[in-house]
């Protein structure tokens, strides 16, 4: 009963990340624990903990979205761990929202990464050459050097229709939101997001979302020799994972007059209750160029305030600003700047 | 493989490609190794061309050749667009060729032991044993009983390595372990063997192409259709 209301609560909401301290007992090389809702609590160990050794490590939970008394979930994350293998719980620790920014940075809209990462679908045109080869493969079945010719040349036309096809949105991108006419030195919300799985997660000091709501959430904490706090990744099939943590811009500026902050690969700027202006290429140290009509990407104008000059740009380099404490082995594909107030 | 059910395994295998088509299906990125649309597309094949024959019919290597060859072309694409939709951007070109060759090596074994009663009952008996039945025993066990992963008895997950389908199933979820991939190839050469062996015995018919892949000389092949003594 308590495992179906807890089911339940864990379907109903956005999933967020806790982290609990936890006595692990060797030997073991890792372990993980099912919780209701699809949830899942994973940890490794690289080396494996020897007999006898024992550790007391701090590694990220899922947290469900909804108010519960934190006595239930400590009991049942307690019990999936003892189930799962030689560990016991000690401490948990609910999820910290992210302090110091301005509330309306954090209330504007995530990134959205679309359906399927990405990567290109089936199109009507490779349906087409399929059909086409399987109409001549039954047909000519008896002609062996035939088939064998179209069955390869379809191989090749197939790798060139998937080759070519452009990918329309990345699996993973970072998004700097920041308030340019607000105080001097505000931070910004650095906005980590990434389809089905997030790598270099700090539950301690981030704040996690998940959608759609109700996604099943798996925390994997890895201990290594190099990484002894533990490298936190989070996966969610079918799903969009999104890190928001604040970010401290370091004084960098972004004004008309100069671009004090780094090289945009492509940019774009809508005055106040005006229309978009697609800028093209900004330099770093240049002034923001006329530009000329012209929209940013769907997925980056809905839902945004009318009111207030908005920016929004492009990195040339994804990585310039990236302050990740525990990067993704390919970093992330595209970083983005949404400003208001230039 | 007669046309038909060519016709209707190539349908179904290109199902989940055309389904993600539609968004009705969403393949979300794995463990590194996984290969979710190949793993599925390969898993119909295998599970088809596979699949013991209804009646007895003598080989022909250009018939056997010509349906497996049509697992190709699907089986290419879903290997693109897993390499398309994955993080690293990487086909994962060597399940693919394994999959070709195992779906040909399946749709061999079924074909040569359709060409004789005996043979047919031998095949379909180890067809259903193995290939299929291992890994329903494995599901029962793991779903069926919620027993935990490291509670599963050992010999059963060794067993279930030299499935086909168990290979193709670990490819679509998180890759195939290094044990499936060596089970999958030994048990589908053991049952073109087996099958190879059956078909060959007095009383096997065999297509005059057909007697010519299996002889090398030294026994003699028999006409098209002509039953054997």
Same mark, same amino acid.
């Given at each position: 009963m308590i495992a179906l209301f807890l089911w339940a609560v864990l379907q109903s909401g956005?999933?967020?990340v806790g982290t609990a301290d936890v006595e692990f007992r060797g030997p073991c090389a890792g372990l993980r624990a099912d919780l209701p809702g699809g949830a899942s609590i994973g940890v490794g160990f690289d080396p494996p903990l020897s007999v006898g050794e024992e550790r007391r490590l701090r590694v990220a939970v899922p947290w469900p979205a909804e108010a519960l008394p934190q006595e239930v979930w400590k009991g049942e994350l307690a019990r999936s761990l003892a189930a799962a293998g030689p560990a016991r719980l000690e401490r948990v620790q609910p999820p910290t929202p992210v302090v110091g920014l301005d509330p309306t940075l954090i209330a504007r809209p995530r990134p959205d990464l679309g359906r399927g990462g990405g990567g290109p679908g089936m199109s009507w045109s490779m349906l087409f050459v399929l059909g086409a080869v399987f109409a001549i493969q039954a047909g000519r079945r008896r002609r062996a050097l035939l088939t064998t010719l179209v069955t390869l040349a379809a191989c090749a036309s197939l790798w060139l229709l998937v080759g070519l096809a452009p990918r329309e949105t990345p699996r993973e991108l970072v998004l700097y939101e920041a308030r340019l006419d607000g105080e001097t030195g505000e931070p910004w919300l650095e906005v980590s997001s990434a389809r089905d799985r997030l790598l270099g997660v700090d539950p301690q000091r981030a704040s996690i979302e998940v959608h759609p709501p109700g996604s099943a959430l798996g925390c994997r904490t890895e201990f290594s020799s190099s990484s002894a706090d533990g490298s936190v990744s989070l996966t969610a099939p079918a799903a969009t994972l999104h890190q928001l943590r604040s970010f401290d811009s370091g004084g960098r500026a972004l004004r008309r007059e100069v671009n004090a902050l780094g090289d945009f690969g492509a940019a774009w700027f809508r005055e106040s209750g005006g229309s978009w202006r697609s800028l093209g290429p900004w330099a770093f140290g240049d002034p923001m160029p006329e530009g000329s009509p012209g929209d940013p990407p769907g997925r980056w104008v809905p839902d945004l305030p009318l009111a207030g000059s908005l920016f929004l740009g492009r990195l040339a380099d994804p990585s310039a600003l990236a302050a990740r404490r525990d990067p993704a082995p390919q970093g992330p594909a595209e970083a983005w700047i949404r400003a208001s107030g230039m | 493989m007669h046309i038909a059910a060519l016709a209707l395994t190539w349908l179904a295998s290109l199902a989940p490609l055309l389904l993600e088509r539609f968004g009705a299906l969403e393949f979300a990125a794995g463990p590194g190794g996984a290969a979710p649309r190949l793993g599925l597309c390969a898993l119909v094949w295998l599970a088809l061309a596979g699949a013991p024959r209804w009646r007895e019919?003598?080989?022909?290597?250009?018939? =056997?050749?010509?349906?497996?060859?049509?697992a190709l072309p699907v089986l290419c @694409? +879903?290997? $693109? $667009? /897993?390499?398309?939709? !994955?993080? #690293?951007?990487? #086909?994962?070109? +060597? *399940?693919?060729?394994?999959? *070709?060759?195992?779906?040909? $090596? !399946?749709?061999?074994?079924? /074909?040569?032991? #359709?060409?004789?009663? +005996? +043979?047919?009952?031998?095949?379909?008996? @180890? =067809? @259903?044993a193995t290939s299929l039945g291992l890994p329903l025993l494995w599901v029962a066990v793991h779903w069926g009983t919620r027993v935990a992963p490291a509670a599963t008895p050992a010999f059963l997950d060794f067993l279930c390595s030299c499935s086909p389908l168990q290979w193709a199933f670990e490819v679509a979820r998180e890759g195939a372990s290094a044990r499936s991939w060596i089970g999958a190839a030994a048990f589908l050469t053991a049952l073109c063997a087996v099958a190879a062996a059956q078909t060959r015995t007095p009383g096997g018919r065999i297509g005059a192409a057909g007697g010519a892949l299996l002889d090398s000389g030294a026994t003699g092949s028999r006409g098209p259709g002509v039953p054997g003594p």
């Open positions: 956005v999933p967020r | 019919t003598p080989f022909e290597v250009r018939n =056997w050749w010509g349906g497996a060859l049509a @694409l +879903a290997c $693109l $667009l /897993d390499g398309a939709g !994955s993080p #690293a951007g990487k #086909a994962p070109w +060597a *399940a693919g060729i394994f999959a *070709a060759v195992a779906v040909a $090596l !399946s749709a061999l074994a079924s /074909d040569l032991a #359709a060409a004789r009663p +005996a +043979a047919r009952r031998v095949h379909g008996a @180890l =067809w @259903l």
